[in-house]
């Protein structure tokens, strides 16, 4: 069946630091990629998606490129800053497969001043 | 705009008693999902509506109902609670199924003793 597997944490860096989050992802379809985000305490958000091979979503900084040759997803942003702080999920939505998202683990995101 | 609440906020239950988390939604949108957050596991899907008036099981069904009589309601019943539910629920929506993105409610985080 389809899986996402993002890179296990907690991932460390100190403000400014370049980020890359990993996410790979198997699916019988075409699916649609997601990162979201969960801040302590509080839901998940959605950070940026893509739904089609070589789309680059984007948002707040954050970047990721829909590749369909390596089935990957990976998150990325150039400078991080302590509010960055949060767990991220990547996640996939097959269109052939219908109904739900089908998330990783999460990576914790642990960023100091 | 509210968009997706959840009740309630937590709540700490005796094993074996019967419990309905609520989830109401004001975005009319047709689908709905109700997923479990643990460590180390990410998000599980318990049940999903495609639309009122039709629900489905997911990933992990066992000791939880669902009904969905109207667009905007989604109650996530516990039959007779055990330890093991312990956890943390999140509601969600979507516009519709398959590649659209889902918004989350805040979660209920129950502790059944």
């Known amino acids: 069946g389809d899986s996402v597997t993002q890179m296990e944490g907690p991932v460390t860096l100190s403000e400014e630091a370049f980020l890359t989050i990993n996410c790979t992802y198997t699916a019988t379809g075409y699916p649609s990629l997601f990162w979201y985000v969960q801040y302590p305490g509080e839901g998940l958000q959605l950070l940026l998606k893509a739904t089609k091979a070589d789309d680059k979503g984007s948002n707040k900084g954050f970047e990721a490129t829909y590749r369909k040759e390596t089935t990957s997803f990976h998150l990325e942003k150039g400078s991080v800053q302590v509010s960055d702080s949060a767990v991220y999920f990547c996640a996939l939505s097959d269109s052939q497969a219908g109904t739900a998202l089908i998330f990783g683990k999460g990576t914790t995101l642990s960023v100091s001043s | 705009i509210a968009g997706i609440t959840q009740a309630p906020t937590s709540q700490i239950l005796a094993a074996g008693r019967r419990m309905t988390l609520r989830c109401t939604q004001d975005m009319r949108h047709n689908a709905m999902y109700w997923y479990r957050q643990d460590l180390g596991l990410g998000l599980r899907l318990i049940h999903y509506s495609n639309t009122a008036g039709t629900t489905g099981k997911g990933e992990v069904p066992d000791g939880y109902s669902v009904s969905r009589a109207n667009t905007d309601d989604f109650p996530l019943t516990l039959a007779s609670a055990v330890p093991s539910q312990t956890s943390v629920y999140f509601c969600?929506?979507?516009?519709?199924?398959?590649?659209?993105?889902?918004?989350f409610g805040p979660g209920t985080r129950l502790t059944v003793t």
């Open positions: 969600a929506s979507s516009v519709g199924t398959g590649g659209y993105e889902q918004y």
